[in-house]
Each structure stands twice: as structure tokens, then as C-alpha cells.
């Protein structure tokens, strides 16, 4: 489970956009625990769930960094996927467009994403997933009767997400976005 397609320019563009646009006000460290690094792999393995699971990518991409951008604290955060999803509504029409359809699936994801639940939209289910499945970076491996979808219980995507994040592994092309305005 180690071949990821690579990314598109565009997409890369659009990740790094939000993220210079999200770090000015994210009170934590941009390396920290919920910072850009676990937002590059759940990103990722979003893509990889998307493979089975057929999620919309752009909200999965808009999730990756909206779910986690308004933590206050690296501990419990009590409301922090809804002030990500509120976040969101100010920059859709400006660095991002997408349907009324996408966005509602984006808010939900973003909003209900510490809740546990585990049933809904694919693409909200592969979002929740590709952010459980990265609990390896605080020491707990994923439950799989906690996870949404039948890839994500698939043992093989879930020992390679886990590894990349027990690893905190940086994607590559993560590690080339300048997060100042070129």
C-alpha cells in the first residue's frame, strides 16, 4: 500500500494555498501533532480510501485541512471541527469553489468528525476515516470496529496508515510548499 499517485500541480497548489491562508491565525505548532504534516496524510489516505470508497477528492482535500485548522490545544478541543468548518464558509468563492452539494458533505465532515460516528455519506465516512486512521501519531491504533468503511478495515491500509503516522512521516511533496506567498 505504498504507491500513492503522485499530485497533481494544481491540487499541490490548492493544498499549499490553504495552508498559507490557515496558518496565520492556527494558534499550535505547523509541526505539531494536528498540524500540516497529519493534514498532508490524511489527505493522502483519503486518496487511498477514495480508490474503494469513490469520495468526492475535493472535499476530501478541503477536509484534510479544514478538520483540524482551528484547534486551540493539541487535547481535547471541544467544538474544533465546527470553528474548521465555519472557517471554511469564509473562504469558499475565494481560494476554493465547490457545489452546495460538496460543501454540505465538508461541513458535516468537518463538524462531526470527533463524534465517533461511523454510518452516512461515503465521502463523509472516507474523510472520518482518513483522520482515525492517523491516530498512530498520539499512540493509539486505529479500532476498526470505529471505522466507517470497509477500506479502512482492510488490514493492509490500516497497518500503512498507521505506520506512516506511529512514523509521523512528511510527504515529499509537502515538504517542498514555501508556506510564505511566493
Known amino acids: 500500500m505504498t504507491n500513492l ?34 493534514w498532508a496524510r490524511v489527505w493522502e489516505t483519503g486518496v487511498a480510501l477514495a480508490k474503494s470508497t469513490h469520495a468526492d477528492l475535493e472535499v476530501v482535500l478541503l477536509f484534510a485541512v479544514f478538520h483540524d485548522c482551528q484547534r486551540q490545544n493539541e487535547g481535547w478541543d471541544d467544538g474544533h471541527g465546527l470553528r474548521g468548518a465555519e472557517l471554511a464558509v469564509e473562504y469558499r468563492g475565494n481560494l476554493f469553489e465547490i ?44 479500532d476498526r470496529e470505529r471505522l466507517c468503511t470497509d477500506a479502512a478495515r482492510d488490514i493492509e491500509i490500516l497497518d500503512w496508515a498507521n505506520d506512516r503516522a506511529r512514523e509521523r512521516h512528511v510527504p515529499e511533496w509537502i515538504k517542498g510548499i514555501t508556506l510564505s506567498p511566493e
Open 5 to 38: 499517485p503522485s499530485l497533481p500541480d494544481d491540487t499541490a497548489r490548492l493544498f499549499a494555498d490553504l495552508v498559507r491562508a490557515v496558518l496565520p491565525d492556527y494558534p499550535l505548532r505547523p509541526e505539531g501533532t494536528h498540524g500540516v504534516g497529519h
Open 99 to 142: 457545489s452546495d452539494r460538496q460543501f454540505d458533505l465538508l461541513f458535516e465532515a468537518c463538524a462531526y468528525h470527533t463524534d465517533g460516528v461511523t454510518y452516512g455519506d461515503p465521502t463523509v465516512m472516507t474523510c472520518w476515516d482518513a483522520d482515525r486512521l492517523d491516530l498512530g501519531r498520539v499512540g493509539i491504533r486505529p
